[in-house]
């Protein structure tokens, strides 16, 4: 770790579970705050299956530069000893339905009384508050429920949900910033804080164009439109065919249409009234993607990206996620990295973009056992001498430590 790492010295309490808690707390560990997973005997619900399971890279992922301890917190002395840590704490971050905490005796206001300048951070599908509080959530449902899944697909098939739990990780992003805005805020009060933030509600700026092509085209709800604009207005907007895989295609400026048309020598229809324009693109916007269609699939997608590149048309290929876990850039921007685990062998892992955007430079550790930091962190912030926690683990109030 950096001396210069933004959060060094923020001390972290991580009672997160799968991905939305885990990500905000990953995104601290990685910018250099001291977190420490509290988990429960059995572990974290993404620790609990084996570490040959599908569960195991996200697990890992996830839970890089972390401590972790366990503790009972059913039990009057695991609660007790959680508030002594929160005493030491400068976050306490959670995940869990809403009122699994209050129903603990650990609410956040019980917990700001315990530290005044605690940061509290909750996220939950719908949030602590609304009509919907208590629905029971998970990224499948959240892409239901926020409209995600209603425009995703094709427009003769059932809705589709997105194939990554952006719910999920777009709610850790928030919790993260959020967390952050609040400890610069109690620079300047001192006082701590309580954050509801809601998965549904961090999803909702994705659906920009959606609202917009619902009021352009008079408050009527769209039929789902492919791979194309959802507005329908713009043309080339597509995924296109090549000899070889797929690649996409947007022309936002007229500059990009009579570059791509250079480029597949197309000169012809430089001067076609009727696809001059943006408008008159989407008004024949079937017209406009045979075109494209005819020239792509003519060439590899590697060539279709290269020569469109060229004359600054955007466009990409479609890549399988096995290549990009091999993608040269990711691996040179510090993004992507190989490791060698004891378990799954050699895996690619993820760095924080935030450290990437910033220049910042934290060694990355390897996700730690259950428990692993019971001694050091019951005894350096709790003062517990090793028999006081040798006989909280044969009590079962803690895990056995495991290295």
Known sequence: MTESASLTGITVLDLGQIYNGPYATFLMAMAGARVIKVESLKGET??????????????????????????????????????QLVKK??????????????????????????????????????????????????????????????????????????????CDFFGGVHLYAAVVTKLFERDKTDRGAIIDMAMQDTVLPTLASVFGAYYYHGRKVQERTDNRHAALTLAPYNVYEANDGHVSIICVRDGHWRSLLKAIGRLDLLDNEDLKTRDGRAQHMVEVDNIVTAWTRQHSKTAVLETLQAVGVPSAVVRDVEEVLQDQHLHDRGMLRDIDHPVMGE??????PLNIATGEAIEARLPPKLGEHNESVYGELLGLSPEEILKLADSGIIGRQVF
Do not use: C, W
């Open 89 to 166: 704490a400068d976050v306490v971050l959670e995940n869990y339905a809403p009122d699994t905490m209050e129903n603990l005796g650990l609410s956040a206001d019980i917990l700001l009384e315990v530290n005044p300048r605690l940061i509290y951070a909750a996220g939950s599908g719908y949030g602590r508050s609304g009509l919907h509080r208590d629905y029971l959530a998970m990224d499948l449902t959240v892409q239901a429920m926020s409209g995600i899944m209603s425009v995703t697909g094709f427009a003769d098939s059932p809705p589709l949900r997105a194939g990554v739990a952006l």
């Open 46 to 83: 993404l620790r609990g299956p084996s570490e040959t399971s599908s569960a195991a890279y996200p697990f890992m992922m996830l839970n890089q530069n972390k401590e972790s301890i366990s503790l009972d917190l059913k039990s009057d002395k695991g609660r007790d000893m959680f508030k």
């Open 347 to 352: 895996v690619t892992l993820m760095n924080s």
